[in-house]
């Protein structure tokens, strides 16, 4: 994607920021160039930034979200349910969850769905660290808050398996969300009515 046309340092940019996920080569352009109309200050801030990115964010002990401590702010947030535990694939499926305001309870990030075609097993989940929780927690209920997707759906029956036997009630978003729509991409509106939808999910 490099072009030839623009000075190097800009050229770096462009082909740096087109590396990101649904940008395109003009769309990278674009962006580049927008930088460098802003002030200096706004290109040394969106530097360090980037530059502090791997430094400061980690992993939350407890959930697996994004975190600049130990804890993420949902966890470390003494108002939150815990008597509810929700389980979604990513980080983009928790924020998308938070963003239609109906629920209040705690989350399990799992990093991804079943998928052995892609060699992603159990092991490559968070599924020990889940059930770690479960055993402190002791919730009363769990969402499974997986895509509905196959992949998803295999990664729900899992769960349904792995927590046979367990004194929690489970949970699966209601059937709102389409087939083969990621959480990440869906309107609040449907989102919100799925969750308020949620139907017995087996028995815990």
């Known amino acids: 994607m490099s072009d030839i046309s623009l000075p190097p340092a800009l050229d770096r940019l462009a082909r740096l920021l087109g590396r990101l996920p ?68 990513d980080v983009p499926d928790l924020l998308a969850i938070e963003r239609c305001a109906e629920y209040r309870g705690l989350y399990h990030v799992l990093g991804g769905a ?19 929780r479960l055993d402190v927690l002791q919730p009363e209920e769990l969402i499974v808050a997986t895509s509905i997707s196959v992949e998803g759906e295999a990664t729900a029956s899992y769960l349904q398996n792995l927590l046979r036997g367990r004194a929690v009630r489970l949970t699966r978003i209601a059937s709102g969300v389409p087939q083969g729509t990621d959480l990440e991409y869906l309107d609040q509106a449907t989102l919100g009515r799925a969750l308020r939808a949620r139907l017995p999910f087996g028995r815990g």
Not at 114 to 132: K, Q
Request: net charge negative.
């Open 114 to 132: 079943l998928s052995p075609l892609r060699g992603v097993g159990p092991r490559e989940l968070t599924f020990d660290h889940l059930i770690a």
């Open 22 to 89: 649904g940008v395109g080569e003009r769309s990278a352009h674009r962006l580049a160039l927008f930088v460098l109309g802003q002030e200096p200050d706004y290109a040394h801030a969106l530097g360090v930034s980037l530059a502090e990115l791997h430094d400061l964010v980690r992993f939350c002990r407890d959930c697996h979200h994004f975190a600049e401590g130990q804890r993420c702010v949902i966890c470390a947030d003494p108002r939150r349910d815990c008597a509810l535990l929700c389980v979604v694939e």
